[in-house]
């Protein structure tokens, strides 16, 4: 059984709401002294999207892509923020927090994504959102960190092809089905999509690929099994978000020839 150890970070000031985003994200100030954009569980979706937020940023780490680092924060004194935390529930538990990047910026377009410096993980992102179901890539949760002019891939609440409402039954259904890309978002899906056309990608994209293959059952059951209990997934939802995961992650050659990706077999 592996348990899951929460920082000892915790939250000292809220700084302020950050006003777009349907989960009410906050910055927030914590005692490491550093900034985070905070999801906190009376968010108006619910838990369902910290959980998202979790598993995609862990298997976001696995699989080596540019995610900012995050924190696990338990909050058991909500109500002392009762007068800044304004439009979520007030209640306490586990908060997903994610780096704040105070000097960034949303990706324009095709040509600017050629110019950072990691311009590959433009590929390996896309690939990621398809097997993660994330039809939510929109212009401002793909962004450059100015400082060191590399692309940067947040916010993931919305994933698993039924965001904030996937369940055990609608989330069965898609395993073993047909990967439908028409809903992705189209801007940053055309934009991603256009770096194919540098076909030096191919290298780094076969030793991406070979990542994806090593993920297995092991992997994402330590991930699944370090989920908050606060956050309140059932052992069935677990069951079923791991048979999806590994039925996407198994299907990596399909998912490679819908893309027009070389580097599947």
Request: proline content about 3%.
């Amino acid at each position: 059984m592996v348990v899951m150890v929460l920082d000892s970070t915790v939250i000292v000031e809220i700084e302020r709401k950050i006003p777009l985003g349907i989960t009410n994200p906050y910055i927030v100030k914590c005692s490491d002294d550093k900034k985070y954009v905070a999801k906190f569980p009376g968010n108006p979706d619910g838990t369902k999207v910290l959980i998202n937020e979790y598993v995609c940023a862990k298997l976001a780490k696995l699989l080596g892509l540019p995610i900012p680092n995050y924190k696990l924060i338990q909050v058991n004194d909500i109500l002392k923020y009762k007068n800044a935390l304004v439009d979520i529930d007030l209640v306490n538990g586990t908060a997903f927090c994610s780096e704040f990047i105070d000097k960034a910026t949303n990706v324009p377009g095709y040509y600017v994504l050629t110019r950072t410096s990691n311009k590959y993980d433009a590929i390996k992102i896309l690939i990621f959102d398809v097997i993660v179901g994330n039809n939510d890539r929109n212009p401002g949760n793909l962004l450059i960190n100015l400082k060191n002019n590399s692309l940067v891939m947040i916010d993931h609440s919305h994933v698993f092809v039924y965001e904030a409402l996937w369940n055990e039954n609608n989330l069965s259904e898609l395993i073993g089905n047909n990967i439908d890309l028409s809903k992705m978002n189209k801007f940053n899906f055309n934009n991603l999509s256009l770096c194919l056309n540098d076909t030096n990608y191919k290298t780094v994209i076969l030793e991406y690929i070979n990542r994806i293959k090593c993920i297995d059952d092991s992997k994402i059951s330590n991930i699944l099994n370090t989920i908050p209990e606060d956050w309140n997934i059932t052992i069935r939802e677990k069951e079923v978000l791991k048979e999806f995961l590994l039925d996407r992650l198994h299907r990596i050659n399909e998912i490679c020839a819908l893309l027009n990706i070389e580097g599947g077999d």
